[in-house]
């Protein structure tokens, strides 16, 4: 799994394999991945509409903007200077080969939030629910939602391409940092669906979007040093470690390393295969 996107509930994170990167929620994590150890409720339809494909619907713009780092006390009375806020986007349905695919999420994926829930490590590197309740898992839905209301990201859940039903994994695409010119990917799975080549399917056709399609220059990953499997995952989609980020992010009770891995959209080749290539 690869790291999830920051927690937005208030107060401390309760805890994504393919395993999570910590950048990711659909609420997706720093890879969680197949080496480590989400019923129909209604609910109101979403703030971000679903597309039928890459390209098509809103996507995000790259535009200048401060550093993260910068004194947010600047300019604080002057909100005319202030660069405009993040647009909504739309979360577009994909192929992801001939048996998979990726969709928004929905309320009938409950199911899928439950065997996340009984996951040991998912939930540490999510806002997945530790102790599942359907109140819980609709909230954790409508998070997804949120994030493409508000412009952070594009949450999918990863579905069989003959009837849409979840086959046990989520990944999403954060912008947090696209004002800088890179995005990160997080994406878990559950046990029933690993070793299928479900994950590699869905990151390399998330990659190949962000880079081809949105134009992204540069992609990121964090994905914890023990998690092989995870890691051999992002390096056969063309993902290059580039270092260990000591102490980078809380997971359950600890401060845990993440080894970075990045992808630039001016890769050459991989091993002789081109970036991220269908």
């Given at each position: 799994?690869?790291?999830?996107?920051?927690?937005?509930?208030?107060?401390?994170?309760?805890?994504?394999?393919?395993?999570?990167?910590?950048?990711?929620?659909?609420?997706?994590?720093?890879?969680?991945?197949?080496?480590?150890?989400?019923?129909?409720?209604?609910?109101?339809?979403?703030?971000?509409?679903?597309?039928?494909?890459?390209?098509?619907?809103?996507?995000?713009?790259?535009?200048?903007?401060?550093?993260?780092?910068?004194?947010?006390?600047?300019?604080?009375?002057?909100?005319?200077?202030?660069?405009?806020?993040?647009?909504?986007?739309?979360?577009?349905?994909?192929?992801?080969?001939?048996?998979?695919?990726?969709?928004?999420?929905?309320?009938?994926?409950?199911?899928?939030?439950?065997?996340?829930?009984?996951?040991?490590?998912?939930?540490?590197?999510?806002?997945?629910?530790?102790?599942?309740?359907?109140?819980?898992?609709?909230?954790?839905?409508?998070?997804?939602?949120?994030?493409?209301?508000?412009?952070?990201g594009y949450p999918?859940?990863?579905v069989r391409s003959?009837?849409?039903?979840?086959?046990?994994?989520?990944?999403?695409?954060?912008?947090?940092?696209?004002?800088?010119?890179?995005?990160?990917?997080?994406?878990?799975?559950?046990?029933?669906?690993?070793?299928?080549?479900?994950?590699?399917?869905?990151?390399?056709?998330?990659?190949?979007?962000?880079?081809?399609?949105?134009?992204?220059?540069?992609?990121?990953?964090?994905?914890?040093?023990?998690?092989?499997?995870?890691?051999?995952?992002?390096?056969?989609?063309?993902?290059?470690?580039?270092?260990?980020?000591?102490?980078?992010?809380?997971?359950?009770?600890?401060?845990?390393?993440?080894?970075?891995?990045?992808?630039?959209?001016?890769?050459?080749?991989?091993?002789?295969?081109?970036?991220?290539?269908?």
């Open positions: 799994m690869a790291a999830p996107e920051p927690d937005p509930r208030p107060g401390p994170t309760s805890g994504p394999t393919s395993g999570p990167t910590s950048d990711s929620e659909p609420d997706t994590g720093p890879g969680t991945g197949p080496g480590t150890p989400p019923g129909t409720a209604p609910g109101p339809a979403p703030a971000a509409r679903s597309g039928p494909g890459p390209g098509l619907g809103s996507g995000p713009r790259l535009r200048p903007g401060p550093d993260t780092d910068a004194d947010s006390d600047a300019d604080a009375d002057s909100d005319s200077d202030a660069p405009p806020g993040p647009e909504p986007l739309t979360v577009p349905s994909m192929s992801a080969g001939p048996d998979f695919g990726l969709r928004p999420w929905e309320m009938s994926d409950l199911p899928l939030v439950r065997e996340a829930a009984q996951d040991p490590y998912i939930p540490l590197i999510t806002t997945i629910p530790p102790r599942y309740s359907d109140k819980a898992a609709e909230a954790f839905v409508r998070r997804q939602w949120d994030r493409a209301a508000t412009g952070t999918f859940a990863i003959r009837d849409r039903r979840p086959v046990g994994g989520a990944i999403g695409l954060w912008l947090r940092d696209l004002p800088q010119g890179r995005a990160s990917i997080g994406y878990w799975m559950v046990a029933s669906g690993r070793g299928q080549g479900v994950t590699r399917a869905a990151l390399r056709t998330v990659t190949h979007w962000a880079l081809h399609d949105l134009r992204v220059p540069r992609l990121q990953l964090f994905i914890e040093p023990w998690n092989t499997a995870s890691a051999h995952i992002a390096e056969d989609v063309g993902y290059r470690r580039e270092g260990l980020l000591r102490g980078w992010q809380q997971v359950g009770g600890e401060r845990r390393d993440m080894a970075v891995y990045g992808l630039l959209n001016s890769d050459g080749p991989v091993d002789g295969r081109a970036v991220a290539e269908d």
